[in-house]
């Protein structure tokens, strides 16, 4: 299998055979941002479009067709109709905060999308203790959402900001808890190593049914976390009319909208490298020749595909049910995932100390 | 309609019997000017238990200053029906807890309903500056004599330091422009007030300067997905008053078509319920197969929602040949897709839990509000009108009156899909049996009614929809007065809405499924 | 029915309720998609001959129309929609002189196509089509002219 190490390594190389060392970082650190910063547009264009169809196919319709082939172009036209809108000032808005507050939900989910393991080598930000990294960095991302509905002077906003607060500090200590779950299984907090492991096996099938009740509990509290249906009370449109975000126009709004996308793939990303193996293809002890053909897939792919795939899940919850109630969602965390959480962590270090995983 | 006059003096003492007689549904009460013989409102009452109706009046001369002791307090409904007489007539109703107008501006001048209100543009002009908000009741405390009265002012309707927010008029969840003014505590309501008015177009007044056959057009534009209802409503009203017989054909018809725009109406509402509460996608289902009926309506009236389809001894056009076919297969598909929307919406348990007792009406509340329909059915009260006083053909085909007790959003919804299939039941036993015979009756080209009072109502899709006719024998009404079935299920939603959170507010506002044009008439 | 007041019954109460509903939507995922694509599909699009687009006098090969200008739909029309004036003609081989209809203006604009013109008219010279695309910029432009 490629390792992206060996071109990263060259690449290093070469700047420092052509520059001083402190100059090559340097470079090597702007190279590394732009290319952050390129995936992540890409990602989230290809979100975008991907959540219309997949949503419109849900609905029986069939999406954007009008805007270039099939609607290929639909994002592009959107963008450029956000560009050219008019920025509004709010009267006795905080406007340091309100500018603000877009680009810190951004930040957030920009330096978490760094940690994702895309293939072997192909990582940005990875030391050996990228889980917790992970949920730090992600957790400030509440922070630009409470700005945002303190700042706009609006009382539709101020609710949906403090429903926000309430309810995605509590999603994440269940998205916690079932994270840890995976480090007790695999020894490790290096995300990099989390995915070599798995390389032998995924979590998912490695720590059987606690894996499966860390895995489901994530989905449920990461769906929570990105503040989309049956979560979405910080928005919900027929309540609140847009929630925190009501006096956002233009790219401010956009800043949000994309945020909220990549931070559904994030936590896709962090589903596929923590349960499904991130860029470790299938393997089935026993099938050598089955094994060998897998490798020859590339990781990316397989990372992709595992991702797009969970994305595809999260979509599929969010197209299918109504919307909770802000109490409710406190009762189901507090009352249901964060008991079982705790549970399934116990039985998942029985399991490792037993040894009685796969 | 025979009506009883009550002398002023004895009005509440009477009313108050009336009441204590069994008479606990209020079911119209009509403002009216009766020029000369003065200013005055018209009861009609029913018991709910022996169905017995009675019609009482009330009247006052004075013109600069009309007092009639309020019913509010007996039957909770008169409380908005009272503030719709003193908008549009001006009469006062001493004791009522709010006496302000319900659906014109504080700054409106003169009372547009009574005979000699001059329209004048000069009185009031378009005004652009936003209305002053009217932040206190007036009261008027009775006296001993029960008739004189002082003003007083009293306390705030909101609170400076409320958290006060506005749900409308352009919000998302109000189907329409209403505006509910919320005092909120954190997620908590604390208090509704309810405005309305914002598309008043003033119909029950351009009727009174329309012929019959011209006031017809304006029963499709006011609640839209009752059309058929409306319009069949205003056709008997007409038709009892001239004493003229459809033929047979067209009462197939028209009970046909009513309860195929009730199908329509109840689709819309389990559609527009499960967007309200952000399951986009069953609101996509439902209006799947709502664009069905749409397309069997639209075949034979030309119309999807101005259906423009009964007429005075008649209805416009025939059916078409296709017709029963296309109703027929409708139909076996409907039943198959009911099942769909129970799996993916009305049995989700998040739905479940956010609609199950929330929003309890209870009977009594139901009874004494007037909300039937759909909602008093979900109470428990038995109001079909089309089993109380059955009119076209619904005392021939057999039928079973959904009545649900929780009283809560879910029964609310559970009564409307359950009575979609009853809809379907019904038009499966007619559809096949339509006789021959002409589909219109041949009438005068000037339509002139007797003098009287003519009250006809039929079972709208959301509740008794009644037409009031007083005639003086001219070619125009005199007083027409639609009985709206919208203005009962918003006063409900102001007393259930309490205590609530915003979410359920939403909720109960969907479940209760009104039609904002047919409360601003 | 009982295990649902119980923790774990709960749990698997609403667990199977999501699922029946996903199953529903994952169904609708693979089936053929509902959306008209108009104005793609104009020419397989069927309108209800009986749709009520706009007001139109049908005139036969030679131009002429049945409308005898007795200004009956004028006089019903609610709204004022239809404004007829007429013009005096003498009959040249009888010397008498008739009205006869000179130009017929109806303003789509304020019709709420009640039909009572087309109802009460006793030569059946007007009658509504099928014509739906009327949007246009200005408001004038929906005065129109119908006789020729």
Not at chain 1, 98 to 110: D, H, K, Q, T
Not at chain 2, 25 to 48: C, H, P, Q, T
Not at chain 2, 235 to 264: F, H, N, P, S
Not at chain 2, 304 to 313: F, S, V
Request: aromatic share 10%; glycine share 8%; hydrophobic share 45%.
């Amino acid at each position: 299998m490629l390792d992206f190490t060996t071109i990263t390594t060259a690449i290093d190389q070469y700047l420092h055979s052509v520059m001083p060392a402190p100059a090559a970082t340097l470079t090597e650190c702007a190279i590394v941002a732009i290319c952050a910063i390129a995936a992540y547009l890409v990602f989230a264009i290809v979100m975008i479009f991907m959540e219309r169809k997949v949503c419109a196919a849900f609905q029986c319709r069939l999406g954007p067709t009008r805007v270039g082939f099939w609607g290929i172009l639909q994002v592009f036209a959107d963008v450029f109709k956000m560009l050219i809108k008019e920025i509004i000032e709010i009267k006795r808005s905080d406007h340091i905060l309100y500018n603000l507050a877009p680009f810190l939900v951004v930040m957030s989910s920009l330096i978490t999308f760094c940690c994702l393991p895309f293939a072997q080598g192909l990582q940005v930000l990875d030391f050996n203790i990228g889980v917790f990294f992970i949920m730090a960095a992600s957790s400030f991302g509440i922070l630009g959402i409470l700005l945002a509905g303190w700042s706009s002077n609006n009382k539709f906003s101020m609710i949906g900001a403090m429903r926000s607060g309430g309810q995605m500090i509590s999603y994440e200590l269940s998205v916690g808890l079932s994270i840890l779950t995976l480090v007790v299984l695999s020894g490790t907090m290096q995300i990099s190593e989390i995915v070599e492991i798995q390389t032998q096996g995924w979590f998912i099938v490695r720590g059987h049914i606690p894996a499966i009740i860390a895995f489901i509990i994530y989905i449920i509290a990461g769906n929570a976390e990105t503040n989309r249906a049956p979560f979405d009370l910080p928005e919900a449109e027929s309540e609140l009319t847009a929630g925190f975000h009501t006096e956002y126009s233009g790219m401010g709004f956009g800043l949000f909208y994309v945020a909220e996308f990549m931070n559904m793939f994030i936590i896709a990303g962090i589903a596929s490298a923590l349960f499904l193996g991130g860029w470790a293809p299938l393997y089935i002890p026993g099938l050598e020749s089955f094994n060998n053909a897998m490798c020859w897939i590339p990781g990316i792919v397989w990372f992709l595909g595992k991702t797009f795939f969970v994305i595809w899940l999260l979509m599929w919850i969010r197209w299918t049910f109504p919307r909770m109630r802000i109490d409710q969602v406190l009762v189901l965390e507090w009352k249901y995932l964060v008991p079982i959480g705790l549970l399934n962590l116990l039985i998942m270090t029985i399991c490792v100390v037993m040894g009685w995983t796969l | 309609m025979e009506i009883t006059f009550i002398e002023i003096k004895e009005f509440r003492q009477t009313m108050l019997v009336k009441r204590g007689e069994g008479f606990d549904f209020l079911r119209e009460m009509v403002g009216m000017d009766w020029e000369k013989e003065g200013l005055g409102a018209i009861y009609i009452l029913e018991n709910s238990i022996t169905r017995e109706g009675v019609e009482l009046a009330v009247r006052t001369t004075d013109r600069e200053k009309p007092q009639i002791p309020t019913v509010s307090d007996i039957w909770y409904i008169a409380e908005l029906y009272e503030r719709e007489v003193f908008d549009f007539y001006g009469i006062e109703f001493t004791g009522h807890p709010d006496m302000r107008r319900l659906y014109l501006r504080n700054d409106w001048v003169g009372y547009p309903l009574r005979k000699d209100y001059d329209p004048s543009e000069a009185i009031n002009p378009v005004r652009l500056e936003s209305e002053t908000k009217e932040e206190v009741h007036r009261e008027y405390e009775i006296e001993e004599d029960r008739h004189l009265a002082e003003m007083v002012e009293k306390l705030k309707i909101l609170h400076y330091d409320q958290y006060v927010i506005n749900i409308g008029p352009q919000h998302p969840a109000t189907h329409g422009v209403l505006r509910f003014r919320l005092a909120l505590e954190g997620e908590e309501v604390r208090k509704v007030d309810i405005h309305c008015g914002y598309i008043h177009r003033g119909i029950e007044k351009l009727c009174e300067s329309r012929t019959y056959p011209q006031t017809l057009a304006f029963t499709d534009r006011l609640d839209y997905l009752s059309a058929h209802q409306n319009r069949h409503a205003l056709c008997m009203c007409i038709e009892k008053a001239m004493g003229l017989e459809v033929t047979d054909r067209v009462q197939y018809i028209r009970t046909i078509m009513d309860e195929l725009q009730r199908i329509d109406s109840h689709l819309l509402m389990f559609s527009c319920l499960a967007m309200d509460m952000g399951a986009i996608t069953s609101f996509i289902y439902g209006f799947r197969e709502r664009e069905k009926v749409l397309d069997i309506m639209e075949e034979v009236t030309g119309g999807r929602l101005i259906q423009n389809y009964n007429i005075i001894g008649g209805v416009q056009a025939d059916i078409t040949p296709g017709f029963a076919s296309k109703v027929k297969e409708y139909c076996n598909d409907q039943k198959k897709r009911l099942k769909e929307y129970y799996d993916v919406f009305v049995n989700n348990v998040i739905f479940r839990n956010r609609a199950i007792g929330v929003g309890v009406l209870t009977l009594e509340d139901a009874i004494s509000f007037g909300a039937t329909g759909g909602t008093g059915r979900a109470s428990g009260w038995a109001c079909d009108v089309r089993k109380r006083h059955p009119y076209a053909l619904y005392d021939k085909v057999e039928f079973k009156e959904i009545l649900h007790t929780g009283g809560d959003s879910y029964c609310r919804l559970l009564v409307r899909l359950e009575e979609i299939v009853e809809s379907i039941g019904i038009i499966e036993q007619l559809i096949d049996n339509i006789p021959e015979g002409d589909y219109k009756t041949k009438t005068k080209p000037i339509i002139k009614l007797p003098e009287g009072r003519f009250y006809a109502a039929v079972e709208g899709s959301r509740g008794e929809f009644g037409v009031f006719i007083e005639s003086h024998g001219d070619k125009m009404p005199y007083r027409l007065k639609f009985r709206p079935m919208g203005v009962p299920l918003i006063a409900a939603a102001q007393k259930i809405m309490k205590g609530c959170k915003i979410a359920d507010l939403i909720t109960i506002g969907a479940s209760l499924d009104y039609v904002i044009p047919d409360i601003d008439r | 029915m009982e295990t649902r007041n119980t923790y774990i019954g709960n749990i698997i109460h609403a667990a199977k309720s999501l699922l029946t509903g996903m199953r529903v939507t994952l169904r609708e995922f693979f089936t053929r998609k509902i959306t008209e694509q108009y104005p793609e599909n104009r020419s397989t699009l069927h309108i209800p001959s009986r749709h009520r687009a706009t007001l139109v006098m049908p005139h036969d090969a030679d131009g002429n129309n049945k409308c005898i200008a007795c200004g009956l739909c004028q006089q019903t029309c609610p709204n004022g929609t239809i404004s007829i004036t007429t013009k005096t003609v003498t009959d040249e081989e009888t010397g008498k002189s008739r009205k006869v209809l000179a130009e017929y203006h109806y303003d789509l604009g304020a019709c709420m196509f009640c039909q009572l013109c087309v109802n009460i008219c006793p030569k059946g010279a007007i009658e509504f089509s099928n014509e739906f695309e009327n949007a246009v910029f200005d408001r004038k432009k929906l005065i129109i002219k119908l006789n020729r």
